[in-house]
């Protein structure tokens, strides 16, 4: 018997961490059929050279909207991701009312047609997305649809009605609870609030994603909040984008790093995710108080979407108030108070080279890009270069990592953390998402001047079995799929 698609004289890194092998892999339909001796092959790829893993997995993606505006996930195809996680730092697509807006610079916007999660997958499938998606319940997105943007505690009605949404996405195949404790409306949520939503992830062995309350000077408070919502809701904690923001914070990685050791070996699991930049991104509103400017912040911040201001993309702040005139800090102003300075992403340059090797060593540490998919502007270059970059920087270029074990954090783990069932191996029966790559050669050529830049070495990306990525191609084969927790699919 014929399989669909064989690999030549491969060197498998399985994903699990154990060094790497030759042989020889077939994929039949959407699982993968042999490794060792296959079959003859309806098409054979001579790999020799290349290295065959499992599809990456993204645990960190704002990718919800995107899978609606860009089904063809190009800028993580390219780069070997099979699968995102979504719904992160409390921001989802769900719950949902069409029509109705929620928050600046939502992620979903008026016009929606889903209410649920179940809704918003069938309207992700419809679209014949190019890769898998598996999501997170955003409590940002939960509060404001049941209390709005409202600076309080919860009465009791809403937070039975906030604990009903959370359940909901739960029953139809959420992997847990995001939070975003930085970013409005969630900064105004009190630890007990978050505790009693995180509660209906439990039941279903689910975990608590956050973007923690501080990741700057009140850092280790943060992570001692975030053991607390997980010990007392009886759930996984998982840690977003781990840093120590700022340099007078730099090293603190290390201090964070042991309290969530302490609380892994009294009990709480818990993981982690890094990208391997110096800069992070996000909503430059949420981080600003007009009132109060931090100057030393605003002088390391680069403009990466300006709706208003298209010449401001791509470009430091105080090079933007050098040319116009203004101080740093009107510069900040200038561009938060024009019309649509709430669409305004930014690039924040606050992160340890350091702090980044510290983290990737640990041994539950996954990887995350965090990229924002607005394509418009000048967009962080974790967008399209994350993975690839892990694996030319800090595999071959700096040896913080083995192969196997970059692999290992990119795939298996991460899959197993957040219930990919029978995905993130190089397996028979498991399913083909698989990546083919030349170990000596892949680099992430993305930057922050040309960010949309997709990498090279990634050769082939198999997504279910089929071919979605060969040779810098984008078939168009479509075949990524809605995943629920822990559900074979």
């Known amino acids: 018997m014929a399989a669909d698609l064989v690999f030549r004289n491969v060197l498998v890194i399985d994903g699990t961490g154990a060094p790497g092998f030759p042989a020889d892999v077939a994929v039949e339909g959407d699982r993968i059929m042999a490794v060792g001796e296959a079959p003859a092959g309806r098409r054979e790829v001579d790999a020799r050279g290349q290295a065959l893993c499992p599809g990456f997995v993204d645990t960190h993606s704002h990718d919800d909207g995107a899978f609606l505006r860009h089904p063809d996930m190009a800028f993580k195809l390219a780069q070997g991701v099979t699968t995102d996680v979504s719904g992160n730092c409390g921001f989802s697509t769900v719950p949902n009312e069409p029509g109705r807006e929620y928050m600046p610079g939502d992620i979903s916007g008026p016009g929606a047609g889903w209410t649920d999660l179940a809704s918003y997958f069938a309207a992700c499938m419809a679209k014949q997305p190019a890769i898998n998606n598996l999501m997170l319940v955003g409590h940002n997105r939960v509060r404001a649809h049941v209390m709005g943007m409202e600076r309080r505690a919860p009465t009791a009605d809403e937070l039975a009605a906030m604990r009903g949404h959370v359940a909901r996405a739960m029953e139809q195949g959420a992997a847990g609870l995001s939070t975003g404790l930085i970013y409005e409306p969630g900064r105004y949520a009190r630890t007990e609030e978050v505790i009693a939503l995180a509660r209906e992830a439990a039941p279903f062995g689910g975990l608590y994603a956050t973007h923690m309350r501080n990741e700057a000077d009140r850092l280790l408070e943060a992570v001692d909040e975030a053991i607390t919502v997980a010990r007392e809701a009886g759930v996984g904690l998982h840690i977003s984008h781990h840093k120590a923001a700022g340099r007078r914070n730099w090293g603190r990685v290390g201090e964070s790093l042991a309290k969530a050791d302490a609380a892994h070996a009294a009990g709480t699991s818990v993981t982690l995710d ?16 007009l009132e109060a400017i931090d100057r030393e912040w605003a002088e390391n911040v680069m403009i990466a979407s300006c709706p208003d201001r298209r010449e401001f993309e ?9 040319s116009e005139g203004w101080t740093v800090e009107e510069a900040v102003r200038q561009i938060l108070t024009a019309p649509r300075g709430k669409e305004v992403i930014c690039i924040q340059f606050i992160i340890d080279e350091a702090d980044i ?14 990229g924002i998919p607005v394509l418009k502007g000048n967009p962080h270059p974790r967008l399209f270069g994350t993975m690839p970059r892990v694996l030319a920087r800090y595999v071959r270029e700096r040896g913080v990592l083995t192969l196997e074990e970059a692999v290992r954090k990119m795939t298996s783990a991460p899959c197993e953390r957040f219930g990919l069932a029978k995905r993130g191996q190089v397996r028979e029966g498991w399913f083909a998402d698989l990546v083919l790559f030349d170990p000596a050669t892949v680099e992430d050529l993305a930057t922050y001047e040309q960010p949309k830049r997709e990498p090279r070495g990634i050769r082939m990306v198999v997504v279910n079995g089929q071919v979605a990525y060969d040779d810098g191609r984008h078939t168009g084969a479509g075949s990524g799929r809605m995943l629920r927790y822990r559900q074979e699919a």
């Open 357 to 370: 090797e510290t983290n990737l060593r640990h041994p539950r540490m996954f990887i995350g890009s965090d």
């Open 314 to 322: 791509g470009r430091m702040v105080p090079d933007i108030a050098a």
């Open 274 to 289: 890094v990208y391997p930049y110096t800069a992070g991104s996000g909503p430059m509103w949420q981080y600003v108080n």
